[in-house]
């Protein structure tokens, strides 16, 4: 696509429940990031994927957290048993390669109530 | 740790004022990018700068690279309203360069 599509833009559940948000990177790009911002605090990073490579999940907070990426395209973020300091904007980048900028998604906000 | 300070936290100006954002580390950067995030929406790359010294200009925007690549500054030239949001400056982490390291930030407010 056009740019890098995130869904739902935003999304409020209750604590316990499990979410998953949605990223569909700009097509061709061959790195998929994901990232966290908190209010008062700076981009996160939480889990990276290249390609056909293993990801690299060193960012990701708990066990709660998981991502996948489907042939090489679409991402999911999952989070389970929400709790209320995972509410946040949860971004998503794409990129063509190292030395290149990364174009972002507008964003999931999630609220854990 | 590489780390990225970004100095000031927020800023409020006046329309037509100008203004210099800071983003600072003991670090040295192969390379540093500058995004612009407005409310509601992701970062959008500005520029890339990677050579130390370096002075790029997009229209009212000038960015500078340190020279020992530690540091990198922004300044606009007459503020206006559209340039309202969050800078960020970002830069490859060190053994794993495909991976970025965002600042802290700078909320910049210009008011008509």
């Known amino acids: 696509g056009a740019g890098v599509s995130q869904s739902p833009s935003n999304k409020v559940t209750e604590k316990g429940k499990d979410v998953e948000l949605r990223c569909d990177p700009i097509?061709?790009?061959?790195?998929l990031y994901w990232y966290r911002q908190s209010l008062g605090q700076g981009l996160e990073f939480l889990i990276y994927f290249q390609g056909n490579s293993a990801p690299d999940k060193s960012g990701l907070p708990s066990d709660r957290f998981s991502a996948e990426r489907t042939g090489g395209s679409v991402s999911t973020l999952t989070i389970q048993r929400t709790q209320q300091e995972d509410s946040a904007v949860y971004l998503c980048?794409?990129?063509?390669?190292?030395?290149?900028?990364?174009?972002f998604g507008s964003g999931t906000r999630l609220t854990v109530v | 740790t590489q780390l990225l300070e970004q100095s000031p936290q927020f800023l409020s100006i006046q329309e037509g004022e100008n203004l210099t954002v800071y983003c600072n580390s003991s670090s040295v950067f192969s390379s540093l990018q500058w995004y612009r995030q407005e409310p509601g929406e992701g970062p959008v790359l500005l520029v890339t700068v990677v050579t130390g010294g370096e002075v790029k200009k997009l229209k009212r925007l000038t960015f500078q690279f340190g020279d020992a690549r530690k540091d990198s500054s922004l300044h606009i030239t007459a503020a206006q309203p559209g340039d309202t949001g969050l800078y960020l400056c970002a830069g490859p982490r060190r053994g794993a360069t495909n991976k970025l390291i965002f600042g802290t930030g700078t909320l910049l407010a210009v008011q008509p």
């Open positions: 097509s061709g790009h061959t790195a």
């Open positions: 980048a794409s990129s063509s390669g190292q030395g290149y900028g990364y174009t």
